[in-house]
């Protein structure tokens, strides 16, 4: 990595008076998919034809309107999944299908038998117009690329002409010059007005003009700028669609795509999750709901992107990975113990103040939206904190943890995930509470109980308690006690037995399942004779028997602490 004076680096257009940083999306491109051509050229298997006709289905149902379909002049098996699409009557009516030719005669007008009996159809015509491609592969000047474009836009015309004439169907042309990054600006905007007058582009019937970044080469920013400046110097620039197809050889396919939409854009060429050569194309899952988060809708379907990418991972044999915005398996989880403590408070937040507004840390958009759950946005391992433990609990389980408790069992769940070294099932945080509280095993059942509410002379109550505790399962023994209420009264009875010096502090109470079904869940937090703070949870469908239990569980976890 010591040879970079090999390369050359890029070299942008000096513009200053560029507008496009100042600009927002505000309503969403349109959407052609390639996933059926670009995407299935560059699989390891391709797509046969059945799962072609999924896929075109799939597409179809996202919401997707114009489907590049494939190479119908240049591959059998291409030509085979058009004729399949138009013969067997797939095609919606609002859905326009998409055929690529290079701008060679013997390809375009095999393209056009191809087509025969498709109702609306871009024929997407293309020569590569960069300098290195000219120097290397074409060996000519910009004059004879020029003129490649421009006869294969004068034959698409006249072919394109007596096809609708003959059939009534709706035909529109796209031109790409390839390579477009690669391609002197001044020379981009030559061939495309020319292409634009072959074709004889108006207003009315617009060329969809495709500047593709055919290997990305420069910053987003960078393109942005080449985009606004071919727009500002494109004659007759209302009678163009301005479209872009950007590749992912820098990572940046999707800041190249959303700085194109700001700098002039208005269409844009991908596919799922970014399949496609090399490094990829433009993903229209994240552009798509990146829109979405910004309150601008796309277009797109994507509420069950669970579905969608199970279905492309079976036809495409590749894999979305964990950490793809949006669809990946992680990426609506939180480890982290101060990340799952503030989406742990959003969820607190959202719910008291009934917001119509998603407004929950660290998650820029509602799981749900996306067809995903709650779940496991929150999952547990050793790094996880206080609050992920409660959280689970709360949404998988329904217990509702007092937030002085969060710590207090967040450290009984941190120490069991550093014991196994692996993350941990909710199912497992479970078995750690209940070992912790519902089931802890100490030295003193509580057998049996009566409360009495007595009213002194002042007209003010209190309870009396009376109560049969087993110790280390030996003999029960008689208690009482009095106290401002039950679990003050059963603190206080508790001083017979030798346990003086425990205080009641605090108490929280909810109910678990519902119907017949529910249970009271008791928090209790005592203060023990040495100054510790200790909680108890009591269980039963009896919530004064719930509350007592607790206070038992926590004297017997303070005890058994030591």
Not at 354 to 378: C, S, T
């Given at each position: 990595?010591?040879?970079?004076?090999?390369?050359?680096?890029?070299?942008?257009?000096?513009?200053?008076?560029?507008?496009?940083?100042?600009?927002?999306?505000?309503?969403?491109?349109?959407?052609?998919?390639?996933d059926?051509?670009?995407?299935?050229?560059?699989?390891?298997?391709?797509?046969?034809?059945?799962?072609?006709?999924?896929?075109?289905?799939?597409?179809?149902?996202?919401?997707?309107?114009?489907?590049?379909?494939?190479?119908?002049?240049?591959?059998?098996?291409?030509?085979?999944?058009?004729?399949?699409?138009?013969?067997?009557?797939?095609?919606?009516?609002?859905?326009?299908?998409?055929?690529?030719v290079q701008?060679?005669?013997?390809?375009?007008?095999?393209?056009?038998?191809?087509?025969?009996?498709?109702?609306?159809?871009?024929?997407?015509?293309?020569?590569?117009?960069?300098?290195?491609?000219?120097?290397?592969?074409?060996?000519?000047?910009?004059q004879?690329?020029?003129?490649?474009?421009?006869?294969?836009?004068?034959?698409?015309?006249?072919?394109?002409?007596?096809?609708?004439?003959?059939?009534?169907?709706?035909?529109?042309?796209?031109?790409?010059?390839?390579?477009?990054?690669?391609?002197?600006?001044?020379?981009?905007?030559?061939?495309?007005r020319?292409?634009?007058?072959?074709?004889?582009?108006?207003r009315?019937?617009?060329?969809?003009?495709?500047?593709?970044?055919?290997?990305?080469?420069?910053?987003?920013?960078?393109?942005?700028?080449?985009?606004?400046?071919?727009?500002?110097?494109?004659?007759?620039?209302?009678?163009?669609?301005?479209?872009?197809h950007?590749?992912?050889?820098?990572?940046?396919?999707?800041?190249?795509?959303e700085?194109?939409l700001?700098?002039?854009?208005?269409?844009?060429?991908?596919?799922?999750?970014?399949?496609?050569?090399?490094?990829?194309?433009?993903?229209?899952?994240?552009?798509?709901?990146?829109?979405?988060?910004?309150?601008?809708?796309?277009g797109?379907?994507?509420s069950?992107?669970?579905?969608?990418?199970?279905?492309?991972?079976?036809?495409?044999?590749?894999?979305?990975?964990?950490?793809?915005?949006?669809?990946?398996?992680?990426?609506?989880?939180?480890?982290?113990?101060?990340?799952?403590?503030?989406?742990?408070?959003?969820?607190?937040?959202?719910?008291?103040?009934?917001?119509?507004?998603?407004?929950?840390?660290?998650?820029?958009?509602?799981?749900?939206?996306?067809?995903?759950?709650?779940?496991?946005?929150?999952?547990?391992?050793?790094?996880?904190?206080?609050?992920?433990?409660?959280f689970?609990?709360e949404?998988?389980?329904?217990?509702?943890?007092?937030?002085?408790?969060?710590?207090?069992?967040?450290?009984a769940?941190?120490?069991?995930?550093?014991?196994?070294?692996?993350?941990?099932?909710?199912?497992?945080?479970?078995?750690?509470?209940?070992?912790?509280?519902?089931?802890?095993?100490?030295?003193?059942?509580?057998?049996?109980?009566?409360?009495?509410?007595?009213?002194?002379?002042?007209?003010?109550?209190?309870?009396?308690?009376?109560?049969?505790?087993?110790?280390?399962?030996?003999?029960?023994?008689?208690?009482?006690?009095?106290?401002?209420?039950?679990?003050?009264?059963?603190?206080?009875?508790?001083?017979?037995?030798?346990?003086?010096?425990?205080?009641?502090?605090?108490?929280?109470?909810?109910a678990?399942?519902?119907?017949?079904?529910?249970k009271?869940?008791?928090?209790?937090?005592?203060?023990?004779?040495?100054?510790?703070?200790?909680?108890?949870?009591g269980?039963?469908h009896?919530?004064?028997?719930?509350?007592?239990?607790?206070?038992?569980?926590?004297?017997?976890?303070?005890?058994?602490?030591?």
């Open positions: 990595m010591k040879n970079n004076d090999k390369y050359i680096p890029f070299q942008p257009i000096q513009k200053r008076d560029r507008r496009w940083p100042g600009k927002q999306i505000a309503q969403p491109p349109i959407w052609c998919s390639v059926l051509r670009d995407g299935n050229q560059a699989l390891v298997n391709p797509m046969n034809l059945e799962e072609k006709l999924e896929m075109f289905t799939l597409l179809c149902g996202i919401g997707v309107k114009e489907i590049e379909v494939g190479f119908p002049s240049a591959s059998e098996t291409e030509y085979e999944i058009l004729r399949a699409l138009i013969d067997g009557g797939h095609i919606p009516e609002d859905v326009t299908i998409q055929v690529l701008a060679r005669e013997h390809l375009i007008r095999k393209t056009f038998e191809a087509i025969d009996g498709a109702k609306n159809v871009i024929v997407h015509f293309y020569n590569s117009t960069s300098t290195l491609q000219r120097k290397v592969v074409f060996k000519t000047d910009m004879g690329i020029v003129n490649i474009a421009v006869e294969g836009a004068k034959l698409i015309k006249q072919l394109g002409d007596e096809y609708t004439a003959r059939t009534g169907a709706c035909l529109r042309y796209e031109y790409s010059p390839e390579s477009y990054m690669g391609t002197e600006p001044e020379n981009a905007v030559w061939v495309c020319e292409v634009m007058n072959a074709l004889g582009a108006t009315e019937h617009p060329v969809i003009l495709n500047l593709p970044s055919t290997v990305e080469s420069c910053l987003p920013n960078q393109f942005a700028d080449l985009v606004e400046d071919f727009c500002d110097r494109l004659p007759g620039r209302d009678a163009a669609i301005i479209s872009l950007p590749h992912n050889d820098r990572g940046t396919a999707t800041a190249t795509a700085l194109g700001l700098a002039g854009a208005q269409r844009l060429e991908g596919t799922l999750f970014g399949n496609g050569e090399r490094t990829g194309n433009l993903d229209f899952v994240t552009v798509g709901l990146n829109m979405y988060t910004q309150a601008v809708d796309p797109l379907d994507f069950d992107i669970g579905r969608i990418r199970a279905f492309y991972e079976r036809v495409t044999k590749l894999r979305v990975p964990e950490r793809h915005p949006y669809a990946g398996d992680l990426v609506f989880t939180a480890f982290s113990g101060s990340h799952q403590d503030a989406i742990n408070k959003g969820h607190a937040w959202m719910k008291a103040h009934g917001g119509a507004q998603w407004e929950i840390p660290y998650l820029p958009i509602d799981p749900a939206d996306v067809g995903r759950q709650y779940e496991p946005v929150v999952r547990i391992n050793s790094q996880s904190g206080k609050g992920g433990a409660a689970v609990m949404q998988t389980f329904g217990y509702r943890l007092p937030k002085a408790m969060h710590a207090e069992f967040g450290a769940v941190k120490a069991y995930c550093d014991n196994v070294g692996r993350e941990i099932s909710p199912e497992e945080v479970m078995a750690i509470f209940r070992r912790e509280y519902t089931d802890v095993q100490g030295l003193y059942t509580l057998v049996s109980y009566k409360l009495t509410e007595i009213d002194d002379e002042e007209d003010e109550s209190h309870v009396h308690f009376e109560g049969k505790v087993r110790r280390n399962g030996g003999p029960a023994a008689e208690i009482s006690g009095d106290g401002n209420g039950p679990i003050n009264a059963a603190c206080n009875a508790l001083n017979l037995l030798g346990l003086e010096g425990y205080r009641f502090v605090d108490y929280a109470e909810h678990v399942g519902s119907g017949a079904d529910a009271g869940v008791a928090y209790i937090q005592v203060q023990a004779p040495d100054g510790r703070m200790c909680h108890g949870v269980l039963s009896n919530i004064n028997t719930a509350a007592l239990r607790g206070v038992v569980c926590a004297v017997n976890r303070h005890l058994r602490c030591g």
